[in-house]
């Protein structure tokens, strides 16, 4: 395998819970057999911090998800500076579709950054079954 995963979030020290939902779904990424040669997870305010993902990976290509529930401020702005993408955060950047310009060839890497994982129209159907969960476990109608 030649690529890394690295799925990104807030992070914050105020919290020690607020690293936890990136951390579970990388661990069962990594244990799914998707094929990646790594799956990190990466934060913009906590280490390991996101702007160190190239000496994170030791592939030639590296994905960066967002793990928001929509794309904004962070996802168009901040982490595309960390990144390295854009060279400073401002109007331009959530202006322009970011997300597009891939691939970008940087400190040595082929990086792949994605819109945020809530934009996924399959979102819906997760919404759903935690629905049916619940209803099940607490006949709810």
Same mark, same amino acid.
């Given at each position: 395998?030649?690529?890394?995963?690295?799925?990104?979030?807030?992070?914050?020290?105020?919290?020690?819970?607020?690293?936890?939902?990136?951390?579970?779904?990388?661990? !069962?990424?990594?244990?799914?057999?998707? &094929?990646? =040669? #790594?799956?990190?997870?990466?934060?913009?305010?906590?280490? *390991?911090?996101?702007?160190?993902?190239?000496?994170?990976?030791?592939?030639?290509?590296?994905?960066?998800?967002?793990?928001?529930?929509?794309?904004?401020?962070?996802?168009?702005?901040?982490?595309?500076?960390? !990144?390295?993408?854009?060279?400073?955060? &401002?109007? =331009? #950047?959530?202006?322009?579709?970011?997300?597009?310009?891939? *691939?970008?060839?940087?400190?040595?890497?082929?990086?792949?950054?994605?819109?945020?994982?809530?934009?996924?129209?399959?979102?819906?159907?997760?919404?759903?079954?935690?629905?049916?969960?619940?209803?099940?476990?607490?006949?709810?109608?």
């Amino acid at each position: 395998a030649q690529t890394t995963l690295i799925i990104t979030g807030h992070g914050t020290g105020l919290n020690q819970n607020s690293t936890k939902a990136i951390r579970d779904q990388a661990e !069962l990424i990594a244990k799914s057999g998707a &094929g990646y =040669a #790594a799956v990190l997870d990466a934060f913009m305010e906590e280490q *390991p911090f996101i702007a160190e993902w190239a000496k994170m990976s030791q592939t030639p290509n590296v994905i960066v998800v967002p793990f928001f529930i929509s794309d904004g401020l962070h996802s168009y702005q901040d982490i595309p500076v960390l !990144l390295g993408i854009e060279a400073e955060v &401002g109007a =331009a #950047a959530s202006q322009r579709e970011v997300f597009r310009h891939n *691939p970008h060839h940087l400190r040595g890497k082929t990086l792949y950054y994605s819109s945020a994982i809530g934009t996924e129209r399959l979102l819906a159907d997760v919404i759903l079954d935690q629905i049916e969960d619940f209803d099940r476990d607490h006949k709810a109608y």
